[in-house]
């Protein structure tokens, strides 16, 4: 069903993505023991960055686990994972400014960060059955000379472009995010200028995991595109 294109994809952007996360936490893990001078934590942070923009209806909470650090635009959230949460290091600042800077989007309605949030109901359903409905058309193109394989592939592709275009979205509002906050460390003198160039580091690396994963969903969509004019 799946021939030599497929596993050749699927491998490469493995072991980037794979080489990807390994760096970015080695660089998390290192401007985790560099510690701000004002020993604020993430929570401090986030709270004075959301008050200096003027946003007082968003609330700062600690979340479990590592790396689940997210806003959340119906709740009105800043959820910081633990680590960060109670961290006074370069990458909890960072991380927590970040955060604020999608709050900031969702504040001053930022066109990208809207239309993300109005794709996530379709994306969500699309990315749940895209790949059933792929499997199902190759496999009836696979065993029968019915058009309706051909017909459900196709289905299954547009579903699936659903999700690459919403990765490619994604990116302008993450790196947006990033230097929202990066801009609002500089202005807010927290952090010395070596403390900033790290904390730029590891917020660029963060932004490269959704660069890879949108590339392979493209890779991944143009796979199937093949297939269905073969």
Known sequence: MYNLG???IFI???LLSLGVQRVLTSKFRKYSNEFLPSGLTGKD????????????????????GRLTDHYNPTTKTVNLSEEVYRGSSVTAAAVAAHECGH?????TA????SLRSAM???????SRISQWILIGGLILMSFSQSPIGHSILI???????LTTLFAFITLPVEYNASNRALAWLEKSNLASDMEQSHAKDALRWAARTYVVAALASLAT?????ALARD
């Open 12 to 14: 490469v952007f493995m």
């Open 45 to 64: 942070v986030a709270e004075k960055m959301l008050r200096e923009n003027g946003i007082y209806d968003v609330q700062v909470v600690s979340t479990s």
């Open 6 to 8: 497929y596993w050749v």
């Open 103 to 107: 709050a900031v989007q969702h504040a």
């Open 110 to 113: 930022y066109h990208w960060l």
């Open 155 to 161: 289905i299954g592709i547009i579903l699936f472009a």
């Open 120 to 126: 996530v109901p379709v994306v969500n359903i699309g």
């Open 221 to 225: 969509l143009l796979y199937y595109i």
